[in-house]
């Protein structure tokens, strides 16, 4: 209820409309991510508000489904036992983080793996470790070659309905954090380039636009605000059909 009176004042706030948005999910349901961050009754986190809505928007199909959910980042642990109340009881939520400390969280319901996001053997012990993920968030380090080592080394082993986060992509506009705006080679640049990849069944052959793995398995790309989300589905060669009146 705080988190909705919350909500409501932040929108009155913004002078925002309270008509339900039609694509988020059952819009006029209370968002069970909110409820439980203005709520929180177990460890520390730090949240960007506009995440929560994110989250939701993507991972409720998860909800109840006994998913596999991977965060990348571990922080204080407040939104690893976030997960777990939000995905149910028979969610398996797997934490990475570089501090060993952070096995101090590990429990019953929370499997925590130490090593970095940046070193490629590591996640290769994660995949073997991890026969299937569903959702995958990196909030870890939040530089460009975490970001983008991560993206590569994990992004073809979620199932394949699978959801990959990546969040606080507005480093990658940050001079001092190597970024700016549209430098090459920034995962938010790159995240952009992926953009073509998925509609490479149209590119008539071009060498540099080739129907390849992340054609065939990415149904869609959604950017936000520092967060990109993408979504998997098995995808085939589109098809544009013709339908004439049956009249
Ligand atoms: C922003 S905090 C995560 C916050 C947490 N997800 C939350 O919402 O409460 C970032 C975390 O990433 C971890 N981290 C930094 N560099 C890392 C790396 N190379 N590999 C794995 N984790 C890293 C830090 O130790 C820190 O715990």
């Known amino acids: 209820m705080l988190g909705r009176l919350f909500r409501d004042t932040l929108r009155t706030i913004s002078g925002e409309p309270h008509a339900p948005e039609a694509d988020t999910p059952r819009a006029e349901e209370v968002n069970p991510l909110e409820e439980y961050f203005f709520n929180n009754p177990g460890r520390s986190m730090t949240k960007w508000l506009h ?15 006994s998913p596999v959910v991977v965060e990348i980042g571990i922080g204080m642990g407040g939104s690893l036992q976030m997960w777990r109340h939000y995905f149910g009881p028979g969610a398996q939520i797997v934490g ?14 929370t499997t925590i793996m130490i090593g970095s996001q940046e070193d490629r053997e590591f ?13 995958l968030i990196d909030d870890g380090g939040h530089t460009t070659p975490q970001q983008r080592t991560t993206f590569e080394e994990l992004y073809s082993h979620l199932q394949p309905n699978g959801v990959y986060m990546c969040e606080e992509l507005h480093t990658s506009l940050w001079p001092s954090w190597a970024g700016g705006h549209g430098k090459p080679g920034t995962f938010l640049e790159y995240s952009k380039s992926l953009v073509d990849r998925l509609s490479a069944w149209h590119s008539e052959g071009q060498a540099t636009l080739p129907v390849d793995e992340f054609t065939q398995t990415t149904h869609s790309i959604h950017f936000y605000d520092s967060v990109v989300v993408i979504e998997k589905r098995p995808m085939e060669r589109p098809r544009q059909l013709r339908s004439e009146s049956a009249g």
């Open 51 to 65: 995440y929560l809505e994110i989250y939701h928007r993507h991972l409720v199909k998860f909800r109840g489904c």
């Open 96 to 109: 990475i983080d570089n501090r060993p400390e952070c096995l101090d969280l590990q429990d019953d319901a």
């Open 123 to 135: 996640l290769a012990s994660v995949r073997q470790s991890l026969p299937r993920i569903d959702v």
